[in-house]
């Protein structure tokens, strides 16, 4: 029989963790392969460690890490999917936004040869128009940036094949943007519907900030156009300001040369003082993360594992 691991990272989940593992016993239970599930805590800080605990002494299916604080969920999922030695994994959310139904599809898909099933959502229940527009407005973007297709509306929520998590496991950079890594490594990939329910307890963890900073990850870390732009704006302004000293001299030769063109001098230096700004920040920005890079530190580290098992290498 084919085994599942079920990767489940969990940050502050004490709300829903009790309804999201009764809802995936349902679901795992009727179907004819040997599964578990592999709750990460992401370093929590209410009670979903000792839940967990609860959960593994009551269901043998049920394996557990605890990592030693919290490194956030690209590396929470890492650390899961690290430590997968079944046949494929499942990654979903623990608040029920992905719902736990939709696993026999994603392993139907897994058993017709697919190594990268993703679920992608037609719509977005429980989120507001700004949160739907800036979603729209960033995959769009990263389409238009990138060489790397990350599919529109599709969260973490995926199965992975055996060969597609030996994959993922060999790309340990920092700066983590997984659902451009899944993409990224290709093998055979396909996309599976549902609707996006709103989350059942608790809170998300996502603001707008940390959304930003994700995207800006996102682009970064699989696009160079940044700093292309940031070139091409330099090069456009630079043919700007030569025109317009061919037009400034121009007329400066057939009418004289009054003093006045203040206000013109000021556009000009602030339009290239903000030009500069930007650029440098781009660079920064790339700069900042080869710096990260630079430091080889590991992704995360586990302080506790359920049922306590020789780490993984
Ligand atoms: N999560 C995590 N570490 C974090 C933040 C979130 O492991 O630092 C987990 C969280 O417990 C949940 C999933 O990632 O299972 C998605 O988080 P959330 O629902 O807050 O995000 P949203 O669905 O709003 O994008
Ligand atoms: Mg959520």
């Given at each position: 029989?084919?085994?599942?691991?079920?990767v489940v990272p969990?940050?502050?989940?004490?709300?829903v963790?009790?309804?999201?593992?009764?809802?995936?016993?349902q679901?795992?239970?009727p179907?004819?392969?040997?599964?578990?599930v592999?709750?990460?805590?992401?370093g929590?800080?209410?009670?979903t460690?000792?839940?967990?605990?609860?959960?593994?002494?009551?269901?043998?299916?049920?394996?557990?890490?605890?990592?030693?604080r919290?490194?956030?969920?690209?590396?929470a999922?890492?650390a899961?999917?690290?430590?997968?030695d079944?046949?494929?994994?499942?990654?979903?959310?623990?608040d029920?936004?992905?719902?736990?139904?939709l696993i026999?599809?994603?392993?139907?898909?897994?058993?017709?040869?697919?190594?990268?099933v993703?679920?992608?959502?037609?719509?977005?229940?429980?989120?507001?128009?700004?949160k739907r527009?800036?979603?729209?407005?960033?995959?769009r973007?990263?389409?238009?940036?990138?060489?790397?297709?990350?599919?529109?509306?599709?969260?973490?929520?995926?199965?992975?094949s055996?060969?597609a998590?030996?994959?993922?496991?060999?790309?340990?950079?920092?700066?983590r943007?997984?659902?451009?890594?899944?993409t990224?490594?290709?093998y055979?990939?396909?996309a599976v519907?549902?609707?996006?329910?709103p989350?059942q307890?608790?809170?998300?963890?996502?603001?707008?900030?940390?959304l930003?900073n994700?995207?800006?990850?996102?682009?970064t870390?699989?696009s160079n156009?940044?700093?292309?732009?940031?070139?091409?704006?330099g090069?456009?302004?630079?043919i700007?300001?030569?025109l317009?000293?061919?037009?400034?001299?121009?007329?400066?030769?057939?009418f004289g040369?009054?003093?006045h063109?203040?206000?013109?001098?000021?556009?000009?230096?602030?339009?290239l003082g903000?030009i500069?700004?930007?650029?440098?920040?781009?660079?920064?920005?790339?700069?900042?993360?080869?710096?990260?890079?630079?430091?080889?530190?590991?992704l995360?580290?586990?302080?506790?594992?359920?049922?306590?098992?020789?780490?993984?290498?």
């Amino acid at each position: 029989m084919p085994r599942l691991t079920v990767v489940v990272p969990a940050y502050n989940e004490v709300a829903v963790l009790e309804t999201f593992h009764a809802r995936l016993t349902q679901v795992m239970g009727p179907l004819p392969l040997e599964w578990n599930v592999l709750y990460v805590d992401d370093g929590s800080r209410d009670a979903t460690w000792a839940l967990i605990e609860e959960l593994v002494a009551r269901d043998p299916r049920t394996t557990a890490l605890k990592l030693s604080r919290n490194f956030g969920k690209e590396a929470a999922l890492t650390a899961g999917l690290d430590h997968v030695d079944a046949d494929a994994a499942v990654v979903i959310d623990a608040d029920l936004q992905d719902p736990p139904e939709l696993i026999p599809t994603l392993i139907e898909r897994w058993q017709e040869g697919f190594d990268v099933v993703y679920a992608t959502r037609t719509a977005r229940a429980g989120e507001t128009r700004l949160k739907r527009l800036t979603a729209a407005l960033f995959y769009r973007s990263m389409e238009q940036l990138s060489d790397t297709r990350v599919p529109r509306d599709t969260g973490d929520f995926r199965l992975l094949s055996r060969r597609a998590l030996d994959a993922l496991r060999q790309l340990r950079e920092r700066q983590r943007f997984m659902k451009g890594l899944f993409t990224w490594i290709g093998y055979r990939q396909t996309a599976v519907y549902y609707l996006r329910e709103p989350r059942q307890a608790g809170t998300t963890k996502w603001n707008y900030w940390r959304l930003i900073n994700l995207a800006i990850e996102g682009i970064t870390s699989f696009s160079n156009a940044p700093l292309k732009l940031a070139t091409w704006i330099g090069i456009l302004s630079s043919i700007a300001a030569f025109l317009f000293a061919l037009w400034t001299f121009g007329k400066a030769i057939v009418f004289g040369n009054p003093v006045h063109g203040y206000p013109s001098l000021m556009v000009v230096i602030l339009f290239l003082g903000g030009i500069q700004l930007l650029a440098l920040g781009v660079i920064g920005e790339y700069l900042g993360r080869s710096y990260t890079e630079s430091k080889q530190r590991p992704l995360y580290f586990v302080e506790e594992q359920r049922p306590p098992r020789p780490r993984a290498p």
